[in-house]
């Protein structure tokens, strides 16, 4: 029967029921959309009166009554299919009749009915039911139940849903289109339409909605949406109202910023209707709708650009979504999440929640939207994994145990003690697995802890049959796929719920799961290990041969020693966390070219770097007292056999508090005295008293040369030490108490000491980035090196930091803007390699060498104005006497030819002298800039490299054996002949790619240079070039062979060769 048949079919019976309740038959029914008169269901007039206790009524024995209830509960159902409006007025009078006349066998259908009615229309959800319905439907089993009593329009609102289920899973080519193996909306549309099947109607269009709104087509969600409100009327207080008012908020939210102005007032007017609705819901049903709410805050929030409100109610949607087990409406919370950050270029942040979306999808089984979101954001799933089509329903699998049962609490106690005694996490896994295996009964046990987010296998445990010994295998994160079943790995990490399985492949819900069928798995054990509710690792312990082989009494025992191998365990990695700290930090000390030396409170050497060990000829002697340092360490006042004085050496200043500078102090080494600049620092613990004396010293070998250069420069290098003042904080474990020591220490370096990760970015800096940089060290951690410097100095220093990512020791010089001015730096980039030997960062030591360039400038200065003067002295006498004997000889030379001849053999001799004088000098003064302060393998691969960086052509400059020092005059020359080479090649060679090499042999250094450019002829006129003549000349000056390979098209190659021994005459 049709649903327009049912509404007329029902008026006869409606008007008989009228005359057995005494009334008047309704002389006309209400239109279809019209409400019912009389259904004023909670009004002043109404003589509906609600009783508490409605299972105590009198039983109904009135024939008439009866009759009435009987005719009435027959002809509710059609109403509320057929003509809705009838409804609560049939179902207010069944209530009345049995409020008035006594409880029939209709009555309790009545009452339901009536709570239906207060929820939907009245909106009292107090009154119809504390909680909303939820929806937990097989399909499959309710359609062949349906079937077997033929009820072809239940069937059709179920296979409607069950379509809905096959797109999201990815079996229909467009999912937002119900077309499909259970339904298709083509065919179905009209039928409902003819058949006046209103809930059909508003389900199509309300999985439209849905659909379109999940797969981002928000337009025609918006337009599925105004039609499924037409037909809202036909699911009064059904479940999905609340799902419908949420997804037309945000699908028209969606529209917004695309809207007219108008528009977009309507849009914020309709929302607020639906949250006012929802907010209701959520006063009595937080657990189910407060979610949806805040979801729809936040999407309203974000479109009006109230940021920080958006990313507090995404919070709370996300919190409430997840604890309340919605998984679907987590994922949804996740996705618009992950949009928000994304619109605010905060891609880390979208990353990590669309990446907990995908996840939820994927958990939840829709497969078709886990695959649109890595179509649509690439960038965060470049290699996704196959997504599960099918969702596990999980029905029931847990099992507890409240017996009492005995068991022997001595092997228990001796475990736990075994447990809590190690803190080395792989030692404490393989001892933790051997126990829980023993008391397990298990043939095999895994070990999953989290690493970034992910649980994977950190250990394994296997029973050896033959020996009934545990072999155990501490494992490096092992993915739990192909390995574990994961739907019960992913049900415990969930719900923190123990799963038992005495017969795995025939009980539980997870009969199905491909491990278990392919392994044919027994017993089954997974156990949360939780730590104040904390979930710390999956215990997944298993018997392939025994049925029931974790009994009552093993569960609970392994549920005693679960609480304590969490404990263990995050002790452990506590534990790990602070010594690979302390290495770290022992790395920074290590790295670090400058001289470190720390004493404790009684005046004894604690630590000694690698650098101060060199300096000093020893490291640390446990039997010295203070007053033996300088004996012991060979501490010299500068320029005397005196050892320094105990009570002026500066780490002995600094056990009385002092900080203290002196650079008079000498180390003698053997017959070697190696000059230092030494600082001293007090570390104060929290009480303020002296914990340790820090003591940091440099070579000045270089900077006493410079001072011995400049006579009258007498200005000692001042250092600037970062702030001393951090109190030492007490602290429950020695290691973290070591950290804080390591780390004080840097900070008392006068030097920038830092540690950047692969990214670029700064993880640890010491206190005087404070000082050179005037910010704190919370503005700087984090950031990147481009951040720290500006864009232009970042260029510069930029090739370096490319070049200690490729896993080299970089070092430079360069002059660098800081805030308080400019500094000259010296800068030493190390790697730091990980386990698989690839660059994960680098440590960083730099320097102020700003005195030092200052000293060195002054000093080549004044070398050259000594040599500009000894140049003019020396050819102005030689001119001079030219000018003499040239004037003597023109007077003489018709009167005396013989004496004119003398003195023009004078004039020749005198200007022979000064040529030579003038070239000698000229050469004194003319040694290459590039060589004033390194030797010759660092001058080549300095200009090569402003070469290469200028211009933009491949030049490499490399050294062939161990590199040595050749006579100043020969290091000139043949920089000045690689320049002229290099020159050429770039200028007439049109060369792309050019190789500089330095060869070091036993009995000669040559210097060879090749390019691929276009080349010549050796006979041609090319080859006579002032450019070549010039190489050839320098080549003789130093006693050098030259020789000159080249071929037209196949490039150049110069090759000069010098006799290590051989000097120039």
Not at 152 to 171: D, H, P, R, Y
Not at 752 to 768: E, G, H, K, M, P
């Amino acid at each position: 029967m049709s649903n327009d048949k049912l509404y007329p079919a029902g008026t006869p019976l409606g008007n008989e029921f009228a005359v057995a309740c005494g009334e008047k038959p309704s002389p006309k029914l209400p239109q279809r959309g019209e409400p019912a008169q009389g259904t004023s269901l909670r009004s002043a007039d109404s003589p509906l009166r609600v009783y508490e206790d409605l299972i105590h009524l009198p039983q109904m024995s009135e024939p008439d009554k009866l009759a009435a209830m009987r005719t009435l509960s027959r002809i509710t159902i059609a109403a509320w299919i057929a003509a809705p409006d009838l409804m609560p007025l049939l179902v207010t009078k069944q209530v009345s009749l049995s409020i008035e006349h006594g409880n029939a066998f209709a009555s309790p259908f009545a009452y339901a009915n009536f709570g239906l009615v207060l929820c939907g229309k009245v909106g009292d959800i107090e009154t119809g039911g504390n909680e909303l319905m939820e929806v937990a439907h097989e399909m499959a089993t309710y359609n062949e139940a349906i079937r077997q009593i033929k009820q072809e329009t239940a069937l059709t609102w179920n296979q409607i849903f069950q379509q809905v289920i096959a797109n999201l899973m990815g079996c229909s080519v467009n999912p937002t289109c119900l077309v499909g193996e259970f339904y298709n909306e083509e065919n179905g549309l009209p039928q409902h339409e003819v058949a006046n099947d209103g809930t059909a109607i508003f389900d199509v269009y309300f999985s439209k909605l849905f659909l379109c709104y999940l797969f981002s087509e928000y337009a025609q969600a918006v337009e599925y949406s105004t039609i499924a409100e037409r037909y809202l009327i036909r699911i009064t207080s059904a479940t999905l109202a609340p799902f419908y008012h949420l997804y037309d908020a945000l699908a028209r939210l969606e529209t917004y910023p695309k809207s007219s102005v108008q528009t977009q007032a309507e849009i914020l007017e309709k929302v607020a209707v639906r949250q006012e609705k929802m907010k209701q819901w959520a006063q009595y049903a937080p657990m189910n709708h407060l979610h949806k709410y805040h979801l729809v805050e936040a999407e309203k929030s974000r479109i009006l650009g109230q940021l920080l409100e958006a990313e507090e109610f995404y919070e709370k949607a996300i919190q409430g979504a997840k604890e309340n087990d919605y998984l679907r409406e987590e994922a949804l919370a996740y996705e618009l999440a992950a949009k928000f950050y994304l619109s605010r270029d905060r891609e880390k942040f979208a990353q990590l929640y669309m990446k907990e979306a995908h996840y939820c999808y994927e958990r939840w089984g829709a497969t078709a939207k886990v695959k649109n979101l890595e179509t649509r954001y690439p960038q965060f799933f470049p290699q996704s994994p196959n997504v599960v089509s099918t969702p596990i329903h999980i029905t029931s699998g847990t099992t507890s145990n409240t017996s009492h049962i005995a068991f022997d609490l001595a092997a228990v106690m001796k475990a736990s003690q075994a447990i809590s005694s190690e803190i080395e996490l792989d030692r404490l896994l393989s001892c933790l697995m051997q126990i829980l295996i023993e008391n397990a009964g298990a043939q095999t046990g895994y070990l999953l802890l989290e690493n970034s987010g992910e649980w994977a296998i950190q250990a394994a445990c296997k029973l050896n049959d033959s020996e009934q010994v545990c072999a155990t295998q501490v494992l490096q994160s092992i993915p739990t796929a192909n390995h574990l079943p994961e739907s019960i790995i992913n049900y415990v990490i969930r719900t923190h719920e123990c799963v038992i399985l005495n017969d795995a492949t025939r009980e539980g819900n997870f009969i199905n799961e491909l491990y278990i069928q392919h392994n044919q798995t027994q017993s089954i054990f997974c156990l949360p290990l939780l730590n104040q509710s904390k979930l710390v690792g999956v215990l997944y312990l298993e018997n392939q041969l025994a049925i029931g082989a974790f009994t009552p009494e093993r569960s609970q025992v392994l549920n005693l020693l679960s609480t304590q191998a969490a404990i263990a365990i995050e002790n452990a990695k506590l534990y790990s966390k602070l010594r690979e700290g302390e290495s770290r930090m022992k790395q920074f000390l290590e790295a670090v070219p400058v001289g470190i030396g720390v004493l404790d409170a009684a005046g004894r050497v604690y630590y000694v770097n690698q650098r101060g060990i060199q300096l000093m000829g020893k490291g640390i002697d446990p039997s010295a007292t203070p007053d033996q340092i300088p004996e012991v360490y060979q501490f010299y006042l500068a320029g005397t056999d005196q050892n320094y004085p105990t009570e002026k050496l500066p780490v002995i200043r600094a056990l009385s508090g002092e900080c203290t500078t002196v650079d008079d102090l000498e180390i003698h080494q053997n017959s070697a005295i190696v000059p230092v600049e030494v600082w001293g620092t007090p570390i104060f613990d929290e009480q303020g008293n002296v914990a340790y004396a820090i003591a940091t010293f440099q070579d000045t070998t270089e900077r006493k040369q410079a001072e011995h250069l400049l006579a009258n420069y007498n200005r000692t290098l001042e250092q600037q030490v970062a702030e001393r003042t951090a109190a030492l904080q007490k602290s429950e474990a020695e290691l973290r108490y070591r950290e804080q020591e390591l780390r004080l220490i840097t900070d008392a370096l006068p030097a920038l000491v830092s540690y950047v990760d692969a990214n670029r970015r700064y993880q640890f800096i010491n206190r005087t980035y404070e000082v050179w940089f005037s910010c704190s060290r919370d503005e700087i951690l984090g950031k990147s090196v481009c951040e720290l410097l500006s864009e232009a100095v970042y260029q510069r220093v930029e090739p370096y930091v490319d070049q200690v990512f490729e896993g080299q020791t970089v070092t430079l010089e360069a002059e660098i803007p800081f805030p308080l001015g400019k500094r000259s730096i010296s800068a030493t980039l190390i790697p730091d390699f990980d386990r698989n030997a690839q660059v994960r960062g680098f440590h960083s030591l730099i320097t102020d060498i700003s005195d030092r360039k200052r000293a060195e400038e002054a000093s080549i200065l004044e070398e050259r104005n000594r040599m500009a003067r000894e140049i003019h002295d020396t050819l102005a006498q030689s001119f001079t006497g030219v000018i003499i004997h040239a004037r003597t000889a023109l007077s003489k030379i018709t009167v005396d030819p013989q004496k004119a001849q003398t003195h023009l053999a004078q004039v020749q001799n005198l200007a022979q002298t000064g040529l030579s004088e003038a070239r000698r000098s000229v050469e004194a003064l003319r040694r290459p800039y590039l060589l004033e302060n390194s030797d010759l393998l660092s001058a080549f691969k300095h200009l090569t490299s402003q070469l290469e960086s200028s211009i933009g052509i491949k030049i490499m400059c490399e050294a062939i054996g161990i590199p040595y020092s050749l006579p100043s005059e020969v290091e000139n020359n043949l920089l000045r002949i690689g320049q002229e080479a290099l020159t050429n090649a770039l200028k007439y060679a049109d060369a792309t790619e050019i190789r500089v090499e330095l060869i070091y042999e036993s009995t000669q250094g040559i210097l060879r240079i090749k390019d691929n450019g276009q080349g010549f002829a050796i006979d041609s006129s090319s080859h006579n070039g002032f450019g070549l003549l010039g190489m050839a000349e320098r080549a003789e000056l130093i006693g050098a062979q030259i020789q000159i390979h080249s071929t037209p098209g196949q490039g150049t190659e110069i090759a000069v060769s010098v006799n290590q021994q051989e000097k120039p005459s």
